[in-house]
């Protein structure tokens, strides 16, 4: 038997629930959107991109062996081949210092060029090598560092001949890597069930636990002495400058999301950008205690899971199929 008070009962119940999740999800927008939507003649998943010394010039590199370079700080990017034979390689990092670059990728490879990739040799690596290749990054004339996928760290200082084992072993299956400025590391096991830490004079990863239920998504340094750390359901949190061990409280910039964080950055050491799945982009101004949504990006169809500033004027972020934004400050966008 049809019941009027009931139903009005059920309307007042499901408009009070769709406004607390409007409520819920109500970030500031920005003031502006600083991103430009970059089109590139590809649908492979891109992985990294790195610049020469001449801030115009750089590189992009990503899965099936793909390979873009772009002379006009990158506006317009223009594809290029590499003789690796009939296999395709996921490249996953490239590195410059001055006009020598270095890129590695799966299943074992290095690349090095010494004329701003004007043209590019092959390396051979040993056979025992532990895992493949991950990241590498130039550090200067003839040297340059480079993580495996299992943890590994190895750095070179005569232009790839030879290189010197930073660890004793291996830490295991990594889901991400990161290095800061001085040498440091921190990596998310592939579970993200916890996370690892070295630094120069250590011979060995120090593990720790995650500090709390959520799975670990990806972690890193910031440009104000701190340690970020994305977690599963949306959330960052940060450490105290003076003590990285000490977590600040938890923060959950946008509540009751449905997509997750993948990726921070910081442009300055106030600003800091993260990007997140379904075209979700978030900025905070002040180093993390308020938050901003980029509602500009919202329509680009694509998981944002790599962000990398270059400089503070020199911005990329990376997603799925052959999708590139491109960092243009304020003065370009508006």
């Given at each position: ?142 040297s340059a560092e480079m993580t495996t996928d299992v943890g590994a760290i190895y750095r070179t200082t005569d232009g790839g001949k030879n290189w010197k084992a930073m660890v004793q072993e291996a830490v295991g299956v990594l ?52 340690v970020w750390m994305l977690a599963r359901g949306g959330q960052v949190q940060f450490t105290k400058a003076d003590n990285t061990e000490e977590w600040e409280e938890v923060q959950n910039p946008e509540l009751s999301t449905s ?5 921070l950055a910081y442009r300055t050491p106030e600003e800091i950008w993260v990007t997140g799945g379904s075209g979700n982009l978030l900025c905070s101004p002040d180093g993390g205690k308020t938050w901003q949504k980029d509602r ?39």
């Open positions: 038997m049809f019941s009027p008070l009931k139903f009005w009962q059920k309307i007042v119940v499901l408009v009070a629930v769709v406004l607390l999740c409007v409520g819920c999800s109500s970030v500031p927008s920005t003031s502006y959107n600083p991103w430009e939507v970059v089109t590139l003649p590809t649908d492979v998943n891109l992985q990294d991109v790195g610049f020469t010394d001449d801030t115009q010039h750089g590189w992009l590199v990503g899965n099936k062996s793909a390979l873009f370079e772009t002379k006009d700080g990158g506006k317009t990017w223009q594809q290029k081949s590499l003789d690796l034979g009939d296999k395709n390689f996921i490249l996953s990092s490239v590195s410059f210092s001055g006009q020598e670059g270095w890129i590695v990728g799966e299943p074992s490879l290095l690349l090095h060029t010494n004329d701003g990739g004007e043209t590019w040799s092959r390396i051979l690596l040993s056979e025992k090598l532990p895992g493949n290749p991950n990241t590498i990054v130039a550090l200067g004339q003839q889901r991400n890597v990161a290095r800061s400025e001085d040498g440091k590391y921190i990596a998310v096991s592939a579970k993200g069930n916890f996370y690892s830490t070295w630094e120069p004079g250590q011979t060995a990863w120090q593990g720790h636990n995650r500090n709390s239920s959520r799975r670990l998504q990806n972690m890193g340094f910031g440009k104000d002495g701190r997509w997750g964080l993948l990726d500009g990006v919202e329509s680009v169809p694509s998981n944002l899971y790599k962000i990398v500033f270059l400089s503070p004027e020199k911005g990329f972020i990376i997603g799925q199929r052959g999708i590139l934004l491109r960092y243009q400050g304020q003065a370009e966008s508006a």
